[in-house]
């Protein structure tokens, strides 16, 4: 199995995982994000496509879903650390685990080895 394939199957179960306490935090977190994305159409679709996949209950398996479709080296400098700074800092377990999953989507996608 794939490193992606492995963060994808991790995704989807912290997705299964959250509460409806943790669904709501996500759609509002999502919401946020695409506030304040401007004209990077790339990341609006990033965000649109997790707030779909929350509020389905499971992942894309397209390949026009894959989390970093599209997105950018500078993009992508900036959804990590974002990302990161939601696991560390979320009061919600489900919604930290959530946001830990992409980051290791968004970190593979990166080329990076995942950061702690």
């Given at each position: 199995m794939s490193t992606t394939d492995h963060h994808s199957e991790y995704l989807a179960?912290?997705?299964?995982?959250l509460t409806p306490e943790g669904h709501e935090?996500?759609?509002e977190l999502l919401e946020?994000?695409?506030?304040?994305?401007g004209n990077h159409e790339a990341v609006a679709r990033f965000a649109a496509a997790r707030k779909a996949e929350v509020d389905l209950g499971q992942i894309e398996?397209?390949?026009?879903a894959s989390p970093g479709t599209a997105l950018s080296r500078q993009e992508l400098n900036v959804l990590i650390p974002g990302f990161r700074a939601i696991r560390d800092q979320e009061p919600l377990d489900d919604v930290a685990?959530?946001?830990n999953a992409v980051v290791a989507l968004l970190e593979d996608e990166a080329g990076l080895e995942p950061a702690d």
């Open positions: 179960k912290a997705i299964d995982a935090r996500v759609d946020q994000l695409a506030e304040v994305v398996s397209s390949a026009d685990d959530w946001a």
